[in-house]
């Protein structure tokens, strides 16, 4: 059973991160949620779980993928007369979610796969189980490449992705984040994840991910995404811009010396957005789409009526 403020305090710390996998939980969360509340009548239900849906969402703002699983499952609500039948929708809902999102890194696996051939050498940032999955998949077929994996300061996820490199049998290079560039004429494809896609094509991916881009495109070295389509973002649609992240200065220095230096604001942005210029395709579980073709996935696969797109 898990509670929504344990949930959301997990989230906001990052103890669950990765943008499908607090999807995930999210939708989870607001499951188990739906059979703690008392039962009363329907519109205080309803109440109810738009505090917890409200709770999660504000957790983190730039992971489309948290809001879009969050209205997917709240959506499963409408219709339904009493909170009994309300939360046997919700259940429903949020575990098809969590199913279609494990099968959609599995797919995405296999389409992303195909770009990686025998001997190449493969370059990701941070920790993104979609982006992995292409290369643990390309593995699994026997496919023999290497892969040079950033550091990710300040959270160092890239610890996360050596790791799982590691037991996947592949040859990993391990590089702080400003080696980029250096290495960069070695590499024959850059696989990153996304936090979320815009309307337009670009891409907002963990902090360094446009430097990356920017470095392989002086390269001329092709550039994937592997993004789920729920990390989509509808709402870039009428020109909302997605929100970047800014996390604690702690993060990035310690506290005493952030203390010592008046002077100094330390900045630490999450995030960054790579323009669609800088991206050869997005791989989704649905095909594998030129960035340009954004809209599409939105209006066609995401399922997001206009008139929703107001809520949550
Ligand atoms: P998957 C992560 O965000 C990274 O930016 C990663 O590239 C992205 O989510 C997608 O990850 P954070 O939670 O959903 O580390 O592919 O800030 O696992």
Known sequence: MTDVADTAGKIRRMEIRGAGRIARVAAAALRDHAYQVESGDIAGFMAEMEKAAHTLVLTRPTAV?????????????????????????????????????????????????????????????????????????????????????????????????????????????????????????????????????????????????????????????????????YKFAPRTIFGELITIEEREPGEVLPPEIIDSLPHVRVRNPAFDVTPPEYIDLIVTEEGAIPPQMAYIIIREYLGWDINEFNRH
């Open 65 to 229: 993928s948290l809001p879009n699983a969050v209205h997917t499952v709240m959506l499963a609500m409408e219709g339904t007369n009493t909170p009994e039948e309300a939360k046997k929708a919700i259940a429903a809902r949020a575990d098809s979610f969590i199913r279609s999102s494990e099968q959609a890194v599995g797919k995405i696996g296999e389409i992303g796969a195909r770009h990686i051939r025998d001997g190449d050498v493969v370059m990701t940032h941070c920790n993104s189980e979609a982006a992995l999955s292409c290369l643990i998949e390309a593995r699994r077929q026997g496919r023999d490449f290497s892969v040079f994996a950033t550091e990710v300061r300040p959270r160092n996820q890239g610890q996360i992705t050596i790791r799982t490199l590691n037991d996947a049998g592949i040859e990993t290079n391990f590089i702080v984040d400003s080696a980029v560039r250096s290495f960069m004429n070695r590499i024959d494809l850059v696989v990153v994840g996304a936090d979320a896609v815009a309307v337009n094509g670009a891409v907002v991916n963990k902090i360094g991910t446009s430097q990356i881009a920017l470095a392989a495109d002086e390269a001329r070295t092709s550039l994937i995404v592997a993004a789920e389509t």
